[in-house]
T-cell receptor, first 116, second 115 residues
């Protein structure tokens, strides 16, 4: 069965320092993995996605994530945090079953706080 | 502009008064879905639809209904809302086909409060 675990519910970093948001997943098939960002009172915006091509995926706003199958991880990183990065981040795993149905499983979210 | 549009964005209603949250997408996507977001629980799927007239339950379907009479619309119906349905609701859609990359597109969310 699929599952997604975001290891930290809250992360605080100082502006200009690196960001690491951790995500572990389990999947019975060959998954697609996503990171979405939600700014306060806004909808969800796609940051990046992994769909079995390059294991290091670059997204918008300087974020990137590395798919590590052996560790079943898909951690999100950014070299230097900006105040505008303060938001909630969701890791998502998606599978397509033989029946043709899709299933998206969301992590519980990590709230990133950026300190001036 | 490609988008998923939900209405209303904000609603306060009373227990038992039927309400409908509309969702429309202009990307000709086959797949549409409803989620609710609650603190500490992430997004949980309520219902989804693989195509017109094809709907199925997600993880938390109790108290909700949906219909898919047209490809672009996927309304969420609360026949008799209760306070535990107070939540932030998201409609989403995605295209089918391998080339689509599985990306799901979200509406801006509907804040629903049931008193």
């Amino acid at each position: 069965a699929q599952s997604v675990t975001q290891l930290d519910s809250h992360v605080s970093v100082s502006e200009g320092t690196p960001v690491l948001l951790r995500c572990n997943y389990s999947s019975s098939y060959s998954p697609s993995l996503f990171w979405y960002v939600q700014h306060p009172n806004k909808g969800l915006q796609l940051l990046l996605k992994y769909t079995s091509a390059a294991t290091l995926v670059k997204g918008i706003n300087g974020f990137e994530a590395e798919f590590k199958k052996s560790e079943t991880s898909f951690h999100l990183t950014k070299p230097s945090a900006h105040m505008s990065d303060a938001a909630e981040y969701f890791c998502v795993v998606s599978d397509i079953f033989t029946s043709g149905t899709y299933k998206y499983i969301f992590g519980t979210g990590t709230r990133l706080k950026v300190l001036a | 502009e490609a988008q998923v549009t939900q209405n209303p964005r904000y609603l306060i209603t009373v227990t038992g008064k039927k309400l409908t949250v509309t969702c429309s997408q202009n990307m000709n996507h086959e797949y549409m879905s409803w989620y609710r977001q609650d603190p500490g629980l992430g997004l949980r799927q309520i219902y989804y639809s693989m195509n017109v007239e094809v709907t199925d339950k997600g993880d938390v379907p109790e108290g909700y209904k949906v219909s898919r009479k047209e490809k672009r619309n996927f309304p969420l119906i609360l026949e008799s809302p209760s306070p535990n349905q107070t939540s932030l609701y998201f409609c989403a859609s995605r295209p089918t086909g391998v080339s689509s990359g599985n990306t799901i597109y979200f509406g801006e969310g509907s804040w629903l409060t049931v008193v």
